[in-house]
């Protein structure tokens, strides 16, 4: 009997690995747009699944230095803090992968840290908020990024703020469509 029931709980596990990989093969048309956006920079060495329903991926009508500028001068025109710029271009270099021109931007304004501890201090993990810019092999620049309201959904009373930083992100993805 023991061993009837190790052979089941062993075909149990086989069949749930096996219905939760062919979930993350499963691509839909958006998912599909993503990562091709994302081997345009990465070529062969995108990612192997499509990217999360909520991150977004947008190309720069202007080349890799404007789009940094354009973001940039957004982010501070609408009085927030920019925090960090990481360069994964330089980053990579020291393991010895080349790239484009690719920056990591956080921005954060303390009014909005007020509202977070007001609501659900458990948010304060998703701050700062942040995008990527990259270049391409071909030239084209992508900047990527996730909704702020999609980042601030679980917590309680954070609806407002998550449209509000959605606002943003839409005139930041606004200057570099112009």
């Keep these: 009997m023991k061993n009837l ?5 062993i075909f149990c596990f086989a069949i749930v690995s096996a219905m939760i990989l062919s979930l993350g093969c499963t ?3 958006e998912a599909e747009v993503e990562e091709t956006a994302m081997k345009m920079v990465f070529g062969d060495r995108s ?3 499509p990217l999360p329903k909520d991150r977004i991926v947008v190309q720069s009508n202007y080349p890799y230095m404007d789009t940094v500028s354009r973001v940039k001068e957004t982010i501070e025109s609408k009085d ?3 925090i960090s710029n990481t360069d994964h271009q330089e980053l990579l ?3 010895g992968l080349n790239t484009g021109g690719m920056l990591g931007i956080e921005f954060f304004h303390p009014r909005y840290g007020k509202v977070i501890a007001k609501n ?3 948010a304060a993990l998703e701050m700062p908020f942040r995008v990527l810019i990259m ?3 071909d030239g084209k620049v992508l900047l990527t990024y996730y909704r702020p309201s999609s980042a601030l959904a679980p917590y309680k009373g954070l ?10 992100l839409d005139d930041i993805v606004a200057s570099i469509s112009k």
Aim: glycine share 12%; no cysteine; hydrophobic share 45%.
């Design 120 to 122: 659900d201090g458990a």
């Design 80 to 82: 927030l803090l920019i």
């Design 135 to 137: 270049e391409a092999s």
């Design 93 to 95: 270099k020291l393991v």
């Design 5 to 9: 029931t190790q052979n089941i709980k």
């Design 47 to 49: 990612i192997a699944m």
């Design 27 to 29: 691509k839909t048309p």
């Design 159 to 168: 609806g407002g703020l998550g449209r509000e930083l959605d606002a943003v």
